[in-house]
Protein backbone atom coordinates (compact mmCIF):
# COMPACT_ATOMS: atom_id res chain seq x y z
CA UNK A 1 0.00 0.00 0.00
CA UNK A 2 1.51 3.19 -1.12
CA UNK A 3 1.61 6.16 0.94
CA UNK A 4 0.37 9.61 0.38
CA UNK A 5 3.37 10.73 -1.03
CA UNK A 6 3.77 7.66 -3.63
CA UNK A 7 2.20 6.23 -6.69
CA UNK A 8 1.89 2.65 -8.17
CA UNK A 9 3.31 1.75 -10.86
CA UNK A 10 -0.43 0.58 -12.20
CA UNK A 11 -1.31 4.37 -11.24
CA UNK A 12 1.58 6.10 -13.19
CA UNK A 13 1.06 3.79 -16.04
CA UNK A 14 -2.61 4.69 -16.27
CA UNK A 15 -1.03 8.78 -16.52
CA UNK A 16 1.48 8.13 -18.76
CA UNK A 17 0.14 8.91 -22.84
CA UNK A 18 -2.02 11.79 -21.31
CA UNK A 19 -1.68 15.37 -21.49
CA UNK A 20 -2.20 15.96 -17.56
CA UNK A 21 1.33 12.95 -17.31
CA UNK A 22 3.40 15.22 -14.51
CA UNK A 23 6.85 15.49 -15.44
CA UNK A 24 8.88 11.95 -14.75
CA UNK A 25 11.74 12.20 -13.56
CA UNK A 26 14.55 8.90 -13.27
CA UNK A 27 17.31 9.67 -10.85
CA UNK A 28 19.12 6.31 -10.82
CA UNK A 29 22.57 6.22 -10.09
CA UNK A 30 24.78 5.37 -13.20
CA UNK A 31 25.61 1.44 -11.96
CA UNK A 32 21.98 0.81 -11.82
CA UNK A 33 20.94 2.81 -14.92
CA UNK A 34 23.28 0.78 -17.07
CA UNK A 35 22.79 -2.70 -15.81
CA UNK A 36 18.95 -1.61 -17.48
CA UNK A 37 19.08 1.01 -19.74
CA UNK A 38 15.87 1.78 -20.07
CA UNK A 39 13.27 4.44 -19.38
CA UNK A 40 9.93 4.52 -18.04
CA UNK A 41 8.02 6.01 -20.90
CA UNK A 42 8.12 9.86 -21.21
CA UNK A 43 10.91 10.28 -18.08
CA UNK A 44 14.53 12.31 -18.45
CA UNK A 45 17.10 11.35 -15.93
CA UNK A 46 18.43 13.54 -13.50
CA UNK A 47 21.33 13.90 -11.07
CA UNK A 48 19.88 13.42 -7.61
CA UNK A 49 23.42 15.03 -6.49
CA UNK A 50 22.65 18.40 -8.12
CA UNK A 51 19.24 19.97 -7.75
CA UNK A 52 20.11 22.86 -9.72
CA UNK A 53 17.57 21.56 -12.59
CA UNK A 54 14.90 22.33 -10.13
CA UNK A 55 15.34 26.19 -10.53
CA UNK A 56 14.44 25.34 -14.51
CA UNK A 57 11.71 22.45 -14.01
CA UNK A 58 9.21 23.15 -16.53
CA UNK A 59 5.91 21.27 -14.87
CA UNK A 60 3.51 22.10 -12.31
CA UNK A 61 4.15 18.17 -10.63
CA UNK A 62 6.49 15.41 -10.73
CA UNK A 63 6.69 11.89 -10.06
CA UNK A 64 10.89 10.25 -9.11
CA UNK A 65 11.97 7.23 -9.92
CA UNK A 66 15.33 5.75 -8.36
CA UNK A 67 16.08 1.74 -8.51
CA UNK A 68 13.63 0.82 -5.27
CA UNK A 69 11.79 3.91 -4.56
CA UNK A 70 13.70 4.86 -1.35
CA UNK A 71 16.30 7.46 -0.61
CA UNK A 72 16.79 9.34 -3.22
CA UNK A 73 13.66 9.66 -4.85
CA UNK A 74 12.14 10.50 -1.63
CA UNK A 75 15.13 12.80 -1.24
CA UNK A 76 14.85 14.52 -4.56
CA UNK A 77 10.88 14.33 -3.95
CA UNK A 78 11.66 16.48 -1.08
CA UNK A 79 13.61 18.85 -2.78
CA UNK A 80 10.87 19.70 -5.37
CA UNK A 81 7.96 19.95 -3.04
CA UNK A 82 10.55 22.43 -0.74
CA UNK A 83 10.03 24.46 -3.62
CA UNK A 84 6.63 24.69 -3.79
CA UNK A 85 6.40 21.86 -6.86
CA UNK A 86 4.39 18.99 -5.74
CA UNK A 87 5.80 15.78 -6.19
CA UNK A 88 5.39 11.83 -5.36
CA UNK A 89 7.82 8.79 -5.74
CA UNK A 90 7.24 5.79 -7.72
CA UNK A 91 6.71 2.99 -5.20
CA UNK A 92 9.15 0.46 -5.55
CA UNK A 93 10.77 2.17 -8.16
CA UNK A 94 12.20 1.36 -11.48
CA UNK A 95 12.58 -2.58 -10.11
CA UNK A 96 8.60 -2.69 -9.72
CA UNK A 97 7.80 -1.41 -13.07
CA UNK A 98 9.83 -3.84 -15.27
CA UNK A 99 8.49 -6.57 -12.49
CA UNK A 100 4.77 -5.58 -13.42
CA UNK A 101 6.00 -5.86 -17.45
CA UNK A 102 5.22 -2.06 -18.24
CA UNK A 103 6.81 -0.64 -21.27
CA UNK A 104 10.13 0.96 -20.75
CA UNK A 105 12.23 3.03 -23.29
CA UNK A 106 16.11 1.86 -24.56
CA UNK A 107 18.03 4.95 -24.01
CA UNK A 108 20.06 3.39 -27.15
CA UNK A 109 16.96 4.48 -29.32
CA UNK A 110 16.70 8.23 -28.42
CA UNK A 111 19.05 10.44 -30.14
CA UNK A 112 21.45 13.11 -28.58
CA UNK A 113 19.61 15.80 -26.80
CA UNK A 114 20.48 19.12 -27.19
CA UNK A 115 21.77 21.90 -24.58
CA UNK A 116 18.73 22.08 -23.10
CA UNK A 117 18.37 18.19 -22.44
CA UNK A 118 15.97 17.81 -25.38
CA UNK A 119 15.32 15.65 -28.62
CA UNK A 120 15.41 17.01 -31.87
CA UNK A 121 13.60 15.81 -34.99
CA UNK A 122 12.83 17.24 -38.87
CA UNK A 123 10.93 15.52 -41.55
CA UNK A 124 9.14 17.55 -44.40
CA UNK A 125 7.02 20.07 -43.74
CA UNK A 126 2.50 20.32 -44.40
CA UNK A 127 2.14 17.42 -42.34
CA UNK A 128 -0.83 14.82 -42.47
CA UNK A 129 -1.06 11.59 -40.33
CA UNK A 130 2.44 9.86 -40.36
CA UNK A 131 4.21 13.72 -39.75
CA UNK A 132 1.39 14.44 -36.67
CA UNK A 133 1.38 10.86 -35.33
CA UNK A 134 4.93 10.44 -34.49
CA UNK A 135 5.19 13.46 -32.36
CA UNK A 136 2.44 12.97 -30.44
CA UNK A 137 3.87 9.53 -29.80
CA UNK A 138 7.54 11.31 -29.26
CA UNK A 139 5.76 13.70 -26.65
CA UNK A 140 3.75 11.93 -25.02
CA UNK A 141 5.97 8.60 -24.33
CA UNK A 142 9.22 9.41 -24.92
CA UNK A 143 10.45 12.85 -24.18
CA UNK A 144 7.67 15.62 -23.39
CA UNK A 145 10.04 18.11 -24.51
CA UNK A 146 10.63 17.18 -27.98
CA UNK A 147 11.21 19.89 -30.67
CA UNK A 148 10.11 19.21 -34.13
CA UNK A 149 11.20 20.72 -37.06
CA UNK A 150 9.20 21.29 -41.01
CA UNK A 151 11.22 22.02 -43.49
CA UNK A 152 11.17 21.27 -47.08
CA UNK A 153 11.75 18.50 -48.01
CA UNK A 154 15.03 18.72 -49.92
CA UNK A 155 16.69 20.09 -46.87
CA UNK A 156 15.62 17.58 -44.20
CA UNK A 157 18.86 15.24 -44.04
CA UNK A 158 21.00 18.56 -44.76
CA UNK A 159 18.64 20.25 -41.57
CA UNK A 160 19.39 17.05 -39.94
CA UNK A 161 23.02 16.98 -40.02
CA UNK A 162 24.15 20.84 -39.58
CA UNK A 163 21.20 20.87 -36.30
CA UNK A 164 22.32 17.20 -34.92
CA UNK A 165 18.58 16.35 -35.57
CA UNK A 166 16.68 12.60 -35.90
CA UNK A 167 15.12 13.13 -39.57
CA UNK A 168 11.42 11.04 -40.13
CA UNK A 169 9.29 9.94 -42.21
CA UNK A 170 11.06 11.29 -45.39
CA UNK A 171 12.42 9.09 -48.27
CA UNK A 172 15.77 6.97 -48.41
CA UNK A 173 18.14 4.85 -46.25
CA UNK A 174 16.27 6.88 -43.27
CA UNK A 175 16.52 4.87 -39.35
CA UNK A 176 12.79 6.43 -38.62
CA UNK A 177 10.45 6.04 -41.64
CA UNK A 178 8.30 3.75 -43.70
CA UNK A 179 9.99 -0.14 -43.49
CA UNK A 180 7.87 -2.39 -46.17
CA UNK A 181 4.04 -2.30 -45.66
CA UNK A 182 4.77 -0.39 -42.14
CA UNK A 183 4.39 3.20 -41.30
CA UNK A 184 6.91 5.50 -39.45
CA UNK A 185 4.68 5.22 -36.44
CA UNK A 186 4.62 1.40 -36.56
CA UNK A 187 8.61 1.77 -36.46
CA UNK A 188 8.55 4.06 -33.33
CA UNK A 189 5.85 2.24 -31.94
CA UNK A 190 8.35 -1.14 -32.33
CA UNK A 191 11.76 0.58 -31.95
CA UNK A 192 10.73 2.19 -28.41
CA UNK A 193 9.61 -0.72 -26.52
CA UNK A 194 6.29 0.62 -27.18
CA UNK A 195 4.08 -2.42 -28.32
CA UNK A 196 1.48 -1.86 -25.86
CA UNK A 197 -2.10 -3.47 -27.08
CA UNK A 198 -3.92 0.03 -27.52
CA UNK A 199 -0.46 1.79 -29.52
CA UNK A 200 -0.58 -1.51 -31.59
CA UNK A 201 -4.33 -0.79 -32.54
CA UNK A 202 -3.49 3.05 -32.92
CA UNK A 203 -0.80 2.10 -35.02
CA UNK A 204 -2.59 -0.20 -36.81
CA UNK A 205 -5.73 2.73 -37.22
CA UNK A 206 -2.47 5.21 -38.52
CA UNK A 207 -1.02 2.93 -41.04
CA UNK A 208 -4.21 2.08 -42.68
CA UNK A 209 -4.87 6.20 -42.64
CA UNK A 210 -1.51 7.07 -44.01
CA UNK A 211 -1.20 4.42 -46.39
CA UNK A 212 -4.71 4.37 -47.83
CA UNK A 213 -5.90 0.94 -47.01
CA UNK A 214 -8.57 2.25 -45.16
CA UNK A 215 -10.17 -1.73 -45.31
CA UNK A 216 -7.60 -2.60 -42.29
CA UNK A 217 -9.08 -0.81 -39.89
CA UNK A 218 -12.81 1.19 -40.08
CA UNK A 219 -11.41 3.93 -37.50
CA UNK A 220 -9.03 5.19 -40.29
CA UNK A 221 -11.34 6.62 -42.82
CA UNK A 222 -12.49 9.07 -39.56
CA UNK A 223 -8.92 9.82 -38.89
CA UNK A 224 -7.95 10.39 -42.67
CA UNK A 225 -11.05 13.25 -42.80
CA UNK A 226 -9.77 14.97 -39.57
CA UNK A 227 -6.01 15.17 -40.22
CA UNK A 228 -6.81 16.78 -44.11
CA UNK A 229 -9.28 19.02 -42.22
CA UNK A 230 -6.33 20.03 -39.66
CA UNK A 231 -4.27 20.57 -43.09
CA UNK A 232 -6.51 22.83 -44.45
CA UNK A 233 -7.31 24.72 -41.17
CA UNK A 234 -3.84 25.47 -40.14
CA UNK A 235 -1.01 27.25 -42.46
CA UNK A 236 1.30 26.48 -39.40
CA UNK A 237 2.68 23.41 -39.00
CA UNK A 238 3.32 24.29 -35.48
CA UNK A 239 -0.12 24.91 -34.90
CA UNK A 240 -1.42 22.41 -36.48
CA UNK A 241 0.45 20.14 -34.60
CA UNK A 242 -0.62 21.13 -31.85
CA UNK A 243 -4.29 20.60 -33.23
CA UNK A 244 -3.09 16.85 -33.55
CA UNK A 245 -1.76 16.29 -30.08
CA UNK A 246 -5.58 16.31 -29.24
CA UNK A 247 -6.89 14.39 -32.06
CA UNK A 248 -4.13 11.71 -31.09
CA UNK A 249 -5.00 11.55 -27.52
CA UNK A 250 -8.62 10.89 -28.13
CA UNK A 251 -7.54 7.83 -30.48
CA UNK A 252 -5.25 6.37 -27.79
CA UNK A 253 -7.90 7.22 -24.66
CA UNK A 254 -10.43 5.48 -27.20
CA UNK A 255 -7.84 2.33 -28.02
CA UNK A 256 -7.21 1.88 -24.15
CA UNK A 257 -10.36 2.48 -22.46
CA UNK A 258 -13.43 2.52 -25.11
CA UNK A 259 -13.65 0.19 -27.74
CA UNK A 260 -16.10 -1.75 -26.60
CA UNK A 261 -18.25 1.19 -25.87
CA UNK A 262 -21.58 2.05 -28.07
CA UNK A 263 -23.99 4.63 -28.77
CA UNK A 264 -27.26 4.01 -27.84
CA UNK A 265 -29.03 6.79 -29.78
CA UNK A 266 -31.92 7.27 -30.77
CA UNK A 267 -32.72 4.91 -28.01
CA UNK A 268 -35.50 2.24 -28.56
CA UNK A 269 -39.08 3.73 -27.66
CA UNK A 270 -41.51 1.24 -25.38
CA UNK A 271 -44.48 -0.16 -27.23
Known sequence: MPSFLEITAERLNRLIGTPNCPELID????????????????SARRDYRDQSWIDSF????????????KKLSHGVAAFLRHRGIPADVLEGGFEAWTAEGFAAVPISKLPPRDTQGRTVWVTRARPKIDRIA?????????DPDA????VTASEVEAVADRFNAAP????GDIFWSHRGELCTFDIMVEEFGLSTKPLLQLATIVRAADTARLDLAPEAAGLM???????R???????QL????????????WCRDATDETHNWPAKKGA
Not at 27 to 42: Q, W
Open 27 to 42: VRIDEDFDADPRLIPG
Open 242 to 253: DAGMALYDAFYR
Open 147 to 150: VFLF
Open 225 to 231: AASLGLS
Open 58 to 69: PGESAIIICQKG
Open 233 to 239: MYSDDIE
Open 134 to 142: CPWLIRRFV
Open 168 to 171: FDID
